[in-house]
């Protein structure tokens, strides 16, 4: 669609205007549950009011938001989480030494993302009876760089190619609350130390990060820059380092475990 | 990571904007950020506009290196570079831009990303949703858990 359409699409950023006014009014709610609190933050309210008033959720909203201010809205994702980002960077700027001092926790954490296939791989093909979109759905946590490696070696129309974007789709529609509700309830039941689920909350896109750290925050408001320093660190590492550690480790132990654990016949097609 | 090797779903949207209309789009970005943060902060509307406007000339540092330099990273980690070579104790006025960007509220800046992306949600994203069913579902929760959880455990014991 041509760049002019995007950027003159007023109806669709003065409904963002909307929503965000509306979010920030709101500001943050914290729901306090048995073992710790889970934060709402004004970045999930407007997610969701983003999906009210999106015509392929909602089909009533097609009065205001139509198919044009959806495709504009796509590439103004990317826009908008760079000033963010690029305020996450003068966090990290004046905590460096913290970050150096942190540094092999640091770049080791990224290892911890192979927790995905210890966790959620045995589950999908020995309880849930996945075939080999397993594979493509377990190796990672699935966002925009883990798909290139599926497409890559296997293709989007395969097995695998569902699987990698079928989590995806989760991550990008409940991935900001997932991570944030972890990242409260770890934090507040005292389990792990703050700096360690800082350093987690990288794993993911910016979004994630945003969402995760911002939990972290509410919960513990006076780590604040450690917390923000940790988590902006992690995730740069994470687009440095986290995609050798998937083509290399993380999609071959995970094609052995198949072998290992998987379906022996040919899987039927579309499982 | 931009840049992928698939026809049917579009990733590269980066690759859609010239620098001209990023650097108008990023304008619009900021705007409604400097209403959210003037909404949510108590810093008033120029503290707000002045942190804004030091982002935004890092954004498009980073856009340029990320269409200048010929190893290839994503704008994210170009324009987040910036943000930090800016502010490092040593740099030259990095004490000025900590205290320019320090009215603008980074959790805020989040929100119309995150408005933005629940319009986004395509018709393609709900097929597919539906059609994997609650089993991708309950996987993807997973997933998401094991990652967070394991990152932190190797974290936790390193640190």
């Known amino acids: 669609m041509p760049i002019k359409d995007i950027l003159l699409d007023w109806r669709l950023h003065l409904s963002m205007l909307v929503i965000t006014v509306i979010a920030e009014l709101v500001g943050v709610i914290a729901v306090p549950i048995g073992i710790g609190s889970i934060l709402l933050l004004p970045l999930l309210y407007a997610f969701v009011m983003g999906l009210l008033i999106n015509p392929n959720v909602i089909s009533g909203a097609r009065a205001l938001i139509r198919d044009r201010q959806v495709n504009a809205a796509s590439p103004m994702i990317v826009i908008a989480i760079m000033p963010f980002i690029a305020k996450f960077g003068t966090i990290i700027g004046p905590s460096m030494d913290k970050i150096v001092a942190a540094g092999p926790a640091l770049i080791l954490q990224e290892l911890g993302n192979l927790g995905t296939i210890v966790l959620a791989f045995p589950i999908a093909v020995l309880v849930l009876g996945m075939g080999r979109e397993a594979i493509g759905a377990c190796f990672s946590v699935a966002r925009e760089p883990n798909i290139a490696i599926i497409a890559d070696k296997y293709g989007l129309k395969s097995q695998e190619g569902a699987g990698v974007m079928g989590v995806y789709v989760i991550g990008t529609l409940f991935g900001t609350f997932i991570f944030a509700i972890l990242a409260s309830i770890l934090a507040t039941t005292g389990a792990f130390s703050v700096e360690a689920l800082a350093m987690a909350c990288g794993i993911g896109s910016g979004s994630m990060m945003a969402a995760c750290s911002g939990a972290l925050v509410h919960a513990v408001p006076e780590m604040e820059e450690q917390i923000l320093a940790l988590a902006g660190a992690s995730n740069v590492l994470t687009y440095a380092t986290g995609l050798y550690l998937c083509v290399f480790v993380a999609l071959p132990v995970t094609e052995k475990l198949y072998d290992l654990l998987g379906r022996k016949e040919p899987a039927k097609a579309g499982a | ?159």
């Open chain 2, 1 to 159: 990571m931009s840049d992928t090797h698939t026809q049917d779903l579009d990733l590269s949207e980066e690759a859609k904007f010239g620098l001209g209309a990023h650097a108008a789009a990023l304008a619009v970005v900021c705007v409604i950020a400097l209403v959210g943060n003037t909404v949510a902060t108590e810093n008033t509307v120029p503290e707000g506009l002045v942190g804004l406007i030091v982002l935004w000339i890092m954004c498009m540092i980073g856009m340029l290196l990320t269409k200048f330099v010929p190893f290839k990273l994503p704008s994210v980690a170009w324009i987040s570079l910036v943000g930090i070579l800016a502010t490092m104790p040593w740099t030259p006025g990095s004490d000025w831009v900590l205290d320019k960007v320090s009215h603008v509220n980074f959790l805020t800046l989040a929100t119309p990303c995150l408005a933005y992306a629940g319009v986004a949600i395509a018709r393609r994203e709900i097929e597919i949703a539906k059609t994997s069913g609650w089993k991708i579902a309950v996987v993807g929760v997973l997933v998401m858990t094991g990652t967070y959880v394991g990152s932190a455990i190797v974290a936790q014991a390193f640190l």
